[in-house]
RNA sequence: CGGGAUGUGGCUCAGCUUGGUAGAGCGCAGCGUUCGGGACGCUGAGGCCGGAGGUUCAAAUCCUCUCAUCCCGACCA
């Protein structure tokens, strides 16, 4: 039984000037967390409620797919990073620290290398295989920059599923079985998502799945199709070539002057015509060489399929200096004819013309009618460029929305990456040495409660689903100096938990009106209320958050009513009685 | 790491331009009146103005440095 009065529940009246987006404000507002440092929280006891919550239909879940719980280490040691190669992969995010012998430990963002460590020297036959271990633990990620309260937090908690295999077929059964798994998850978390096809990096084809919460302060941007289920994350998402070829004859290219003007618009609107028209050089250095790409002047570089298509493990952007000494101008001039790097790379659709502009590599100059194929060096064609939102659905040619999403799932098919650089073999049938096949499954479980939120809110506070919201019903006892109303309070209370509610009862010596305030601000989804007034009817109102809709229930029935009441509730959700 | 901003009672902020011994609202404690959508009155507690150094008779206020936080960008299986 719990009282407000007992409880540890401060809410703020007013935003936390810190936060930002809604489900911080709410996170902070509704007495969930607080932070102790950048991008590191404590969970109060209501927050700490709600992720027990989330966690316990994850575990579920999870259980009933055939994984096995287990609990690994934070800090790790860098032997094992350095074994599988990450140590000196890994950026700053790393969180790198000695200890007093001097050995070099981290925090763990991620577990792959304990995990396979573990598992290597247990399983070393076939007939262990497969076997799928997770775990929800609290991670650390030294973010360069910590946002949103709980959406990229440094330190968060996560649910890490690895799967082992003795082949690809198994291990693609593993990987379904977890994003079925992940279906029912986040379809019991009441939350609106989609599955959509995420980059999977020099692994390639669809073996990894990004499960986006959608919600207009998502920091992903997805691909969604208007007509079939195609949905892609955009790093993914494939640019269609549209439009016929045009091979009609490009004249000799021509040195044009364009003191000046080094942007797309400056170039375009001098010369008196579209950005289409122009190509964009973009240099890059790729794992110590010098590439380009080049794209139309009205198109955005995906880095992400630029960098997988060089197969490369850092890609950034050349700094003016570089520019300088590889196209032999300033930034701004940079052309494919006569380029000084080791590889250039062009956007598929570039094939479809053969006259383009393009910079001169050389100061204050650009060149017109170039045709890549007679004048360029171009070491292939393909798909360099962002989606945008004029291009056609890659499945059915039906158009594309690009809607924000929060990732809160990933579900990623690994391969031996980490088996061949640590060492993880079995023994097959016939007793030959092979490395086993890895999936890794992830779920921001604290993640999931800030993007919950940033779904269900109104104006006058959080909206929780009845599966994660704290408690499921609230009960207000108007004025608690009335001792027959406190009286009918605990009866009921005691009722509730009897019929499996968990109830917070707001018992507090505070006015009506903050009561209410309150009541909408940390959003559990039912309130009950009960007033002198309605006593004396014998009856008490009962209101459900989402809808705001209030009925009336007769005291002396309460069970069947608050029965029918809550079914309804659920049903305002979209759920089913459990 | 670049750009921008902000650090003043628990919270939200004013005061800084033009130096002169620190304010408001909310919250908190007490008393009274109130009591179905964040009440009102009175009384009270609570702040070495992020830190260090400097200028000055005198610094929340001016200068330098530093730390922290937030925003934009870059970065990020």
Known sequence: ??????????????????????????????????????????????????????????????????????????????????????????????????????????????????????????????????INLYQIQTKFRDEIRPRFG?????????????????????????????????????????????????DSGPIGGSFSHEFMVLASTGEDTIAVCTACDYAANLEKAEAVVRGAGDDAQCPPAELVLTPGRHTVEEVTAFLEVGPEKLIKTLLYEADGQAVAALVRGDRELNEIKFKNLLGAKFLTMAAPEQVRVWSGAPVGFAGPVGLNVDAVWADRELGLSRDWITGANQGDAHLLHVDLSRDAKINGYADLRQVTREDPCPRCGAGLELPKGIEVGHVFKLGTKYSEAMDAQYLDEEGKARPMIMGCFGIGVSRIMA????????????????????????????????????????????????????????????????????????????????????????????????????????????????????????????????
């Open 1 to 130: 039984m719990m009282r407000w009065s007992n409880y540890y529940l401060p809410t703020l009246k007013e935003d936390p000037a810190e936060a930002e987006v809604i489900s911080h404000r709410l996170l902070m507002r509704a007495g969930m967390i607080r932070k102790l440092t950048a991008g590191v929280y404590t969970y109060l006891p209501q927050g700490l409620r709600c992720l027990d919550k989330i966690a316990r239909i994850v575990r579920e879940e999870m259980n009933r797919a055939g994984a096995l719980e287990v609990f690994m280490p934070t800090v790790q040691p860098a032997d094992l990073w350095k074994e599988s190669g990450r140590w000196d992969v890994y950026g700053k995010e790393l969180l790198r620290f000695q200890d007093r012998h001097g050995r070099g430990c981290c925090l763990g963002p991620t577990h792959e290398e304990v995990i396979t460590d573990l598992v290597r020297g247990e399983i070393k036959s076939y007939r262990q295989l497969p």
């Open 150 to 198: 709980l959406m990229r937090g440094r330190e968060f908690i996560m649910k890490d599923a690895y799967s082992f295999d003795k082949d690809d077929a198994g291990a693609d059964r593993s990987y379904q079985s977890m994003f079925d798994a992940y279906m029912r998850i986040f379809t019991r978390l009441g939350m609106v998502f989609r599955a959509v096809e995420a």
């Open 451 to 578: 993007a919950c939120l940033e779904q269900n809110n109104d104006e006058h506070g959080a909206m929780f689903p009845p599966p994660i919201a704290p408690f499921q019903i609230e009960l207000i006892v108007l004025n608690v100096k009335s001792r027959e109303l406190m009286q009918q309070a605990e009866n009921l209370h005691h009722q509730l938990e009897t019929m499996g509610f968990e109830v917070l009862m707001d018992d507090r010596e505070e006015r009506p009106g903050v009561k209410f305030k309150d009541a909408d601000l940390i959003g559990l989804p039912g309130q009950l209320i009960l007033g002198e007034k309605g006593l004396a009817r014998g009856v008490l109102e009962a209101k459900s958050r989402k809808t705001g809709q209030r009925s009336e229930l007769a005291l002396d029935d309460v069970q069947a009513q608050v029965r029918t009441w809550w079914q309804g509730i659920l049903a305002d959700w979209g759920l089913h009685a459990s």
